[in-house]
Nanobody, 128 residues
Framework: QVQLAESGGGLAQAGESLRLSCTASGNIFSINAMGWYRQFPGTPRELVARIGDPGSINYGGSTEYADSVKGRFTISRSNSYYTVHLQMNDLKPEDTAVYYC????????????????WGQGAQVTVSS
């Protein structure tokens, strides 16, 4: 019943910007961390950016980024904490990949620990 819907992917030229968005819906009790991963052809998914629950004592909205995107990409969450954004500035051809949204979700009425849920993937293509 839990789903993550992604939007904002597409085609951009080098130096341009794109903004990815991901919204969780369904039978959700709470969402802990959210993040973005990307997958290059023939490789496993790898972390792009991650952000904790701003209301969490343990995590407090802390963020982490892959070295390759630091200074160019910014991750943020909405006031509801159900939506995560990835602002991608100064895009490079090497950013071309499928980008996946991740949410660590505790399902209402389920076991008392979070599990990972993934979005459907958004293609980002950057041309030179």
């Amino acid at each position: 019943q839990v789903q993550l819907a992604e939007s904002g992917g597409g085609l951009a030229q080098a130096g341009e910007s794109l903004r990815l968005s991901c919204t969780a819906s369904g039978n959700i009790f709470s969402i802990n961390a959210m993040g973005w991963y990307r997958q290059f052809p023939g490789t496993p998914r790898e972390l792009v950016a991650r952000i904790g629950d701003p209301g969490s004592i343990n995590y407090g909205g802390s963020t982490e980024y892959a070295d390759s995107v630091k200074g160019r990409f910014t991750i943020s969450r909405s006031n509801s904490y159900y939506t995560v954004h990835l602002q991608m500035n100064d895009l490079k051809p090497e950013d071309t990949a499928v980008y996946y949204c991740l949410a660590q979700i505790v399902v209402a009425g389920g076991i008392n620990r979070p599990r990972d849920y993934w979005g459907q993937g958004a293609q980002v293509t950057v041309s030179s």
